[in-house]
């Protein structure tokens, strides 16, 4: 089992797999070429830790939409009146977050 285990974990793309995919992958009926009995989660968690396989960890997600208080507020300047009296008279755009090259 180990070898399989170091098979699935070698391959370029699997190297960001963890316990989760590993035991899916295992399970997968595709997978198994022989016959032999499907493996536990456990067994599986418990062998990767004996062989140093890890995942990679994802990063932190990076919240861009908390203003810091000294910053200033546009004025609203149609006082939440979003009817236009004639076409192209009132235009409205919320624009959150733009992300660009520079950061």
Do not use: Q
């Not at 399989?4 to 590993?22: A, D, M, N, W």
């Not at 899916?24 to 062998?47: K, Q, S, Y």
């Amino acid at each position: 089992m180990k070898e399989e285990i170091l098979t699935i974990h070698s391959h370029p793309r699997r190297r960001v797999y963890g316990i989760r995919k590993i035991h899916a992958h295992l399970n997968r009926a595709d997978h198994r070429r022989t016959e032999g009995t499907p493996v536990a989660r456990c067994t599986v968690e418990r062998l990767c830790k004996e062989l140093g396989n890890r995942g990679t960890v994802r990063g932190k997600y990076h919240r861009t939409t908390r203003p810091a208080p000294e910053t200033g507020r546009p004025m609203d300047l149609v006082d939440r009146d979003f009817t236009a009296p004639a076409p192209d008279r009132l235009w409205v755009a919320d624009l959150t977050y733009v992300k660009t090259a520079s950061g």
